[in-house]
């Protein structure tokens, strides 16, 4: 059982480049969360979806976009990555009571 | 919208004391709320989960509790040790079924 897998686990990007941050799930949750943390702060939701097909905004949506086309996965997009988009990159899931987390994803945008 | 405030920011204790963390929160329309650790660099581990019809939760010398009402969670380790250090994050499930964080309290449990 994987839990919550994220992938990659590091990366560095140049200004102005696009990926995509892929996050995994096989607990069969309805629920997913994209969070980015900087130092010294909490976590902040960027995103989250509350079943397949389904998206909203969090606390800080822009420059990044999302997609769960399929249940299991929530795709984070940066089309145009800024170096204020550093930062550490987690990815959550829940069937609606606990969370679990995945390990995050360290992107540094130079 | 919901805010979650966790204070105090940092705190430092010598090994062997009983300690308290505050968490509170501004819409008390919750499911739940959760408790984690968070180690230097590393992912989130999943302490407690004390849902919205409960009172409070304990696992080993950890035990947290819930007053809904008035917008407050504590958590409370009993006989802290040098291994308990870490960043303490509680979270809370809202109505929309956005999950907020607080920012953490930065426990240091001095040998």
């Known amino acids: 059982n994987a839990g919550v897998t994220q992938t990659p686990k590091f990366r560095v990007l140049k200004t102005g480049q696009s990926m995509t941050l892929l996050c995994a799930q096989d607990?069969?949750?309805?629920?997913m969360y994209w969070y980015r943390q900087d130092p010294g702060m909490g976590l902040r939701l960027i995103h989250y979806?509350?079943?397949?097909?389904?998206?909203a905004k969090g606390e800080v949506p822009d420059g990044y976009n999302v997609s769960r086309l399929k249940k299991q996965n929530f795709l984070l997009g940066l089309e145009s990555a800024a170096p204020s988009q550093t930062s550490v990159y987690f990815c959550?899931?829940?069937?609606?009571?606990?969370?679990?987390f995945g390990q995050g994803t360290r992107l540094t945008v130079v | 919208k919901q805010e979650v405030t966790q204070i105090p920011a940092a705190l430092s204790v010598p090994e062997g004391e009983n300690l308290v963390l505050n968490c509170s929160f501004t819409?008390?329309?919750?499911?739940?709320l959760q408790w984690f650790r968070q180690d230097p660099g590393k992912g989130l581990t999943s302490l407690l989960l004390?849902?919205?019809?409960?009172r409070e939760q304990t696992s080993g010398r950890l035990n947290a509790s819930l007053d809904k009402s008035s917008g407050r969670s504590t958590l409370y380790i009993a006989a802290s040790q040098p291994g308990d250090s870490a960043t303490y994050l509680c979270?809370?499930?809202?109505?929309?079924?956005?999950?907020?964080f607080g920012s953490g309290t930065q426990l240091t449990v001095l040998p």
């Open positions: 959550a899931s829940s069937p609606g009571t606990e969370a679990f």
């Open positions: 607990m069969n949750h309805e629920y």
């Open positions: 979806s509350v079943g397949e097909g389904t998206t």
């Open positions: 819409d008390s329309a919750i499911y739940n």
């Open positions: 004390i849902q919205s019809s409960q």
């Open positions: 979270a809370v499930l809202g109505s929309a079924r956005q999950l907020t």
